[in-house]
T-cell receptor, first 117, second 110 residues
Framework: GAVVSQHPSWVICKSGTSVKIECRSLDFQATTMFWYRQFPKQSLMLMATSNEGSKATYEQGVEKDKFLINHASLTLSTLTVTSAHPEDSSFYIC?????????????FGPGTRLLVL | AQSVTQPDIHITVSEGASLELRCNYSYGATPYLFWYVQSPGQGLQLLLKYFSGDTLVQGIKGFEAEFKRSQSSFNLRKPSVHWSDAAEYFCAVDDYKLSFGAGTTVTVRA
């Protein structure tokens, strides 16, 4: 149980285009989903937190107009990188909170590697 | 604010040898602690977690971790590593959001 999928796993796009990444919790309903960004050889940086049916909460320094997050249902969140530029190239990972009695646990998707040319 | 320190950037261990990865946290209240593993080009897989209770936590793949409040540590151990354990390991503390350590790269030599 607690499986999270992401699609696509790889995407290459031209500078100026927009890219949408999907994150799905396959076997549970997630109260909250998170989006992270990871640069090579570095740790994960939280970009934003999204709850179903409400606006995402962005971390300081993350451009909300650049990284649009939609949490349409309890099993689906999407991240759209708008007008992508080469500096947006990165590894994007989502996670979903699996509610438990004491504390929620985040389960991570396999990641999406974005390359902007 | 909470923080997590993983003092070892890179550890090399022989296959069959024991492994210990260090993690220190800074957090005022009772911490919720996690260890995740990331294989190259992959997402993170939860190895184990500590919320409360027994301070020795068993996880998947033969890993265990011990919570020591007096030392603010949550070190990860495995008695005998396998070549497939080569990966990046992240310690994290949860205070309404996860804060990750910088990670420790584990290389396993034959």
């Amino acid at each position: 149980g607690a499986v999270v999928s992401q699609h696509p796993s790889w995407v290459i796009c031209k500078s100026g285009t927009s890219v949408k990444i999907e994150c799905r919790s396959l076997d549970f309903q997630a109260t909250t989903m998170f989006w992270y960004r990871q640069f090579p050889k570095q740790s994960l940086m939280l970009m934003a937190t999204s709850n179903e049916g409400s606006k995402a909460t962005y971390e300081q320094g993350v451009e909300k107009d650049k990284f649009l997050i939609n949490h349409a249902s309890l099993t689906l969140s999407t991240l759209t990188v708008t007008s992508a530029h080469p500096e947006d190239s990165s590894f994007y990972i989502c996670s979903a909170s699996y509610p438990q009695t004491l504390q929620e646990t985040q389960y991570f998707g396999p990641g999406t590697r974005l390359l902007v040319l | 604010a909470q923080s997590v320190t993983q003092p070892d950037i890179h550890i090399t261990v022989s296959e069959g040898a024991s492994l210990e990865l260090r993690c220190n946290y800074s957090y005022g209240a009772t911490p919720y602690l996690f260890w995740y593993v990331q294989s190259p080009g992959q997402g993170l897989q939860l190895l184990l977690k500590y919320f409360s209770g027994d301070t020795l936590v068993q996880g998947i793949k033969g890993f265990e971790a011990e919570f020591k409040r007096s030392q603010s540590s949550f070190n990860l151990r495995k008695p005998s590593v396998h070549w497939s354990d080569a990966a990046e390991y992240f310690c994290a503390v949860d205070d309404y959001k996860l804060s990750f350590g910088a990670g420790t790269t584990v290389t396993v030599r034959a």
